[in-house]
T-cell receptor, first 113, second 113 residues
């Protein structure tokens, strides 16, 4: 079935460092892809999304490009801030499932001053 | 953006008892809500799709008689864990759609002693 694999954390970076969190997917067809972020004590929030191959989603300095050839949707940010410390989830929307999502295990990011 | 709430945020119950978790869409109506379960350091696993006015659709392997879902109105879905056991201890998260986007509640931590 459809699934998402993302790099395991925790990831610890210094402020202003470059961030990459890898995400690959397995799916029939071309699912929509998402990155969600969960700040401590809060619910998941949509960070960015891409609905077709070569689409680039971007928000708050984060970017991810839908790569069909490598079935990947890696999350990147050029300069992280302490406030980016959170858990990041890669997800895909399953075909013919309404809006249900399949999630990766999540990657915890800690940014230190 | 749209807000989804859950109540309670955490609950402790004794083995064999039942516990009800509420999921509400606060400023929008949702004909479909989703219930997920998250184990520590694991991804969110979809348990069921809750449909207003009709029966819920359960994922394979989820016991419908154990996890009772009622979606009685356009703003409220409830998940009742019946005859809870320690292995039901987990983090339960609901979500609701508004348009093309899914909004998540903050989750409910259930501990069964």
């Amino acid at each position: 079935g459809d699934s998402v694999t993302q790099m395991e954390g925790p990831v610890t970076l210094s402020e202003e460092a470059f961030l990459t969190i890898n995400c690959t997917y397995t799916a029939t067809g071309y699912p929509s892809l998402f990155w969600y972020v969960q700040y401590p004590g809060e619910g998941l929030q949509l960070l960015l999304k891409a609905t077709k191959a070569d689409d680039k989603g971007s928000n708050k300095g984060f970017e991810a490009t839908y790569r069909k050839e490598t079935t990947s949707f890696h999350l990147e940010k050029g300069s992280v801030q302490v406030s980016d410390s959170a858990v990041y989830f890669c997800a895909l929307r399953r075909r013919n499932s309404g809006y249900a999502l399949n999630f990766g295990k999540g990657t915890s990011l800690l940014v230190t001053p | 953006g749209a807000v989804v709430s859950q109540h309670p945020s955490w609950v402790i119950c004794k083995s064999g008892t039942s516990v009800k978790i509420e999921c509400r869409s606060l400023d929008f109506q949702a004909t479909t809500m989703f219930w997920y379960r998250q184990f520590p350091k694991q991804s969110l696993m979809l348990m069921a799709t809750s449909n207003e006015g009709s029966k819920a659709t359960y994922e394979q392997g989820v016991e419908k008689d154990k996890f009772l879902i009622n979606h009685a109105s356009l703003t409220l879905s409830t998940l009742t864990v019946t005859s809870a056991h320690p292995e039901d201890s987990s983090f339960y998260i609901c979500s609701a759609n508004q348009g093309d986007e899914q909004y998540f509640g903050p989750g409910t931590r259930l501990t069964v002693t």
